[in-house]
């Protein structure tokens, strides 16, 4: 049985670890101990799944509670994926968001799996790195 917990107090090993073993770690700086910590920690929204003791899944996000929520990312373990994990952690997510419209960047991976489960695609996002600079 999958139960799901509220709250960034994880350790930050464990969530690494899912991070390699989901594959988004791909995609993530989890090499970097100290931004992955920061990552966690300045998070204000996180949803984890387990499955007894073990962390298999995360949706950690940024939100006002009240008008947007950033899904930075959402993980579920290799071994766990395709039970409805992921749908669940996103459930639980916009729950806890209050009126916010959840917001994301699909992974290269995920991109069929968001229309899948009832999200639109938005034809006006934009981004600018860290590492960009306007003109
Ligand atoms: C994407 C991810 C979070 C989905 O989690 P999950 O728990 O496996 O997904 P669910 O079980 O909630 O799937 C719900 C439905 O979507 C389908 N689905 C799952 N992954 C899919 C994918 N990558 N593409 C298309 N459909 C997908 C499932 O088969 C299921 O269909 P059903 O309702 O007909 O049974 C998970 O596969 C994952 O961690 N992937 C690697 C990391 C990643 O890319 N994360 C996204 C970052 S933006």
């Known amino acids: 049985m999958i139960t799901y917990r509220l709250g ?6 464990a969530v690494i670890e899912l991070y390699r073993a989901s594959t988004l770690g ?24 387990w499955d ?6 995360i949706a950690r996000s940024v939100t006002d509670f009240s008008f947007a929520t950033y899904l930075s990312d959402l993980a579920v373990r290799l071994s766990h994926q395709k039970q409805g994990i992921g749908r669940e952690l996103i ?14 960047l699909s992974a290269p991976k995920a991109v069929g799996y968001y229309p899948r489960i009832g999200m639109k695609s938005h034809p006006s996002a934009w981004m600018l790195g860290a590492e960009e600079r306007l003109r």
Request: neutral net charge; glycine residues 10%.
């Open 52 to 57: 007894g003791e073990q962390l298999v899944g």
């Open 26 to 49: 791909e995609r993530r700086p989890v090499n970097d101990r100290e931004r992955m910590g920061q990552m966690l920690a300045n998070a204000s929204l996180v949803v984890t799944a």
């Open 91 to 104: 459930r639980r997510t916009q729950e806890q968001g209050g009126k916010a419209t959840i917001i994301l």
């Open 8 to 13: 960034n107090d994880l350790e930050l090993v």
